[in-house]
């Protein structure tokens, strides 16, 4: 809830009793000289702002005096004004006590701590009684009724909690200190988070002075490994959080604030792993970051835009969430508003897009909620559009402040930080089981390794998956230098195409469609041979497709078909014979006719694209050059294919 002129009641209070002072004792409730000395000092005290001996003060005038209205509501409004909310009730309900009529308006600021500190009963009783005098400002009356509003979401949503079993996930990665922020990497293998530590000094430890490092554990044999430091050059002796990771675990966003290259207070960080060792963190420059504060990214599966935070000009409200996107060069685009179906007049922060690439997670306190900071998740239409954001209820959202949450790949454990529930130290890492209703769609993956095949050396390939019905990218990536490893993130239910190239290579092209999540145990592994471009190798083209005895080219072929254009324009010298091939069953005569038609139909589309037809021919070999059995459905699945060989380079 907006709470809006927070300081009025204090400057107020002091006001009056600045001005009770200079005329004298009489303009105070109390009667008694030393609680009002006590009252001078405290008032003194809060004007060089010494929060605790106004305090130490304040209570001496209420032991002098315990019928002290003005000492009751300033001292409330002092650990108001701190956000002691708890502590600021006893003294605003004892004002109200003594004189309910004194200032009207402590009913309005009770409900609100009350509120503040989950008592929605109670706070829901005094907003009404706020309301009811009447004659109260404009801004006052919005805000009582977005508390109320409040209140009653609240204890409906108490009425009905939704499933929330949190587990730590235990002292490998949870420490004595503030353990927060967690990413993960597809295969739920990797998690990166934030460790707020002591400064070491030349005595010690530092207990005033701490910073943030990036700490990495790995699951393994069904444990985390003891989570170690990230280390240089990504840590630094500055603060390092709020990080995204990639979904292959190489590519690293993140929150650096007041380094001498930054545009605003807090901006966004890149670096990227190349084998076991990271380059060093460059900032995004000025087209991303703003003379603001812009924070906690968190990058899509497919890698072309990064979701943050900002209080940049042209947000709605406080904090709003901004996107970037990839553009064709490379380069981040312009950031956009996220638009007023997420963003609101207040704070919108800690976004998560999940590998679906549809379902955004967030924490805001403009939505209606719980109190605080609350957990949100939208989802995106086919068109683009974000809808309504849902609470994700209680008791996952409380009425204190919930943020940072994750979700793995699976969709079915979210993970984040609480020091609610006990645990090693300050803040600790947690997972659950997220309820249905609230699950992203289920994403997959396949890991392994690109290489020459003639050679054995790995490759830094390039890997592109495309949702064959609507030619939608849904990730483009690269295996890694050094070790040829890849890991690419699958939608379930979907008939997708992967295609993976290299300069002076053959590309490689495979289609499936997984219906079932794999658990990071049993990920779908499949090593990637690449052939040179030689002189009589042959390349499958799995993704072209007919109709059952037809030969036009479906829709869903347009994205390999692209991939082979794109191999004739890059090798310019390369001519290739486009070969049709069926399966055994009908006559030879047909099956001749329809894998000449099918040759012919490609060939036909290259030339359409602009490919020089001397450097193209077509044949038809009907069933007689089979690569698998006919005896099977997937036997002669695969003998029904599209083949191109290399007939010069």
């Avoid at 190489?250 to 007041?258: E, G, K, P, S």
């Avoid at 529930?421 to 994403?443: M, N, Q």
Wanted: with cysteine; charged share 20%; net charge negative.
């Amino acid at each position: 809830m907006k709470i809006p002129f927070r300081q009025i009641l204090l400057l107020l209070l002091v006001f009056f009793a600045l001005d009770a002072m200079a005329q004298g004792s009489n303009q105070l409730t109390t009667r008694n000289a030393r609680a009002r000395r006590s009252f001078e000092r405290a008032i003194e005290a809060w004007r060089m702002r010494d929060d605790s001996r106004t305090v130490a003060e304040l209570r001496l005038a209420i032991e002098n005096d315990p019928g002290f209205v003005e000492a009751y509501l300033l001292l409330g409004e002092v650990y108001f004004s701190l956000e002691y909310y708890q502590e600021s009730i006893p003294n605003y309900q004892r004002a109200l006590e003594i004189n309910p009529d004194f200032y009207p308006q402590l009913r309005y600021y009770l409900g609100v701590s009350l509120l503040k500190t989950g008592q929605y009963a109670e706070a829901r009783t005094h907003f009404l009684d706020f309301l009811a005098l009447g004659n109260i400002s404009e801004n006052l009356m919005l805000a009582s009724r977005a508390g109320l509003a409040t209140c009653d979401f609240a204890l409906e949503a108490m009425a009905s909690p939704v499933p929330f079993n949190p587990i730590n996930l235990g002292d490998s990665i949870n420490s004595p200190y503030p353990d927060y922020s967690p990413a993960l990497t597809t295969d739920e293998k990797t998690l990166i988070f934030t460790r707020k530590i002591p400064r070491m000094e030349s005595h010690g430890p530092s207990a005033e002075h701490f910073h943030e490092d990036f700490f990495l554990s790995t699951f393994e044999n069904g444990t985390w490994s003891p989570a170690g430091n990230l280390g240089p050059p990504i840590n630094t002796p500055g603060n390092e959080g709020a990080q995204s990771i990639s979904a292959d675990g190489r590519h690293l966003f993140f929150t650096a604030c007041n380094r001498p290259d930054g545009m605003g207070s807090c901006d966004i960080y890149y670096a990227y792993r190349s084998g076991r060792e990271w380059t060093l963190p460059a900032n995004l420059g000025p087209v991303v970051n703003s003379g603001a504060w812009d924070s906690q990214p968190s990058i899509s599966p497919d890698g072309k835009t990064l979701f943050f935070s900002s209080a940049r000009n042209g947000s709605i409200g406080k904090m709003d969430i901004w996107y970037t996107t990839l553009d064709d060069q490379g380069q981040w685009t312009a950031p956009q508003n996220l638009g007023p179906v997420i963003n609101t007049e207040g704070r919108e922060m800690s976004p998560f897009i999940h590998h679906d690439n549809e379902t955004l997670f967030f924490a805001s306190d403009g939505h209606l909620g719980m109190g605080g900071l609350d957990i949100f998740y939208s989802r995106r239409d086919s068109l683009g559009q974000w809808s309504e954001p849902v609470n994700l209820g209680y008791p996952i959202n409380s009425y204190g402040d919930e943020f940072s949450l994750i979700v793995g790949a699976g969709g079915l454990n979210a993970y984040f930080a609480s020091d609610l529930f006990g645990g090693f130290g300050d803040t600790d890492i947690y997972h659950f089981e997220l309820y249905e209703e609230a699950r992203p769609t289920p994403v997959t993956y396949m890991r392994g390794v690109v290489y020459d095949k003639e050679s054995g050396d790995k490759l830094q390939a390039t890997f592109e998956l495309t949702e064959l019905e609507t030619g939608q990218v849904i990730t483009q990536s690269t295996s890694d230098r050094q070790t040829g490893e890849f890991l690419v993130a699958i939608p379930t239910g979907k008939l997708l195409g992967l295609n993976v190239s290299h300069p002076g290579f053959l590309f490689f092209s495979e289609h499936f469609s997984y219906e079932e999540t794999r658990t990071g145990a049993d990920p779908y592994l499949r090593d990637i041979p690449l052939q040179p471009i030689r002189e009589g190798e042959a390349v499958v083209l799995r993704n072209i497709f007919f109709d059952t005895d037809r030969y036009d080219l479906k829709p869903s072929s347009e994205a390999e078909l692209q991939k082979l254009v794109k191999l004739l324009q890059g090798n310019p010298r390369l001519k290739i014979e486009i070969s049709g091939h069926t399966d055994h069953v009908g006559t030879y005569a047909y099956n001749l006719e329809l894998s000449r038609n099918r040759a012919r139909s490609v060939m036909q589309y290259l030339i359409d694209a602009g490919i020089d037809p001397s450097r193209l021919s077509f044949e038809g070999y009907a069933d007689t050059r089979p690569i698998d059995t006919n005896e099977t459905e997937e036997g002669r699945a695969n003998n029904r294919r599209t083949e191109f060989k290399i007939l010069d380079h």
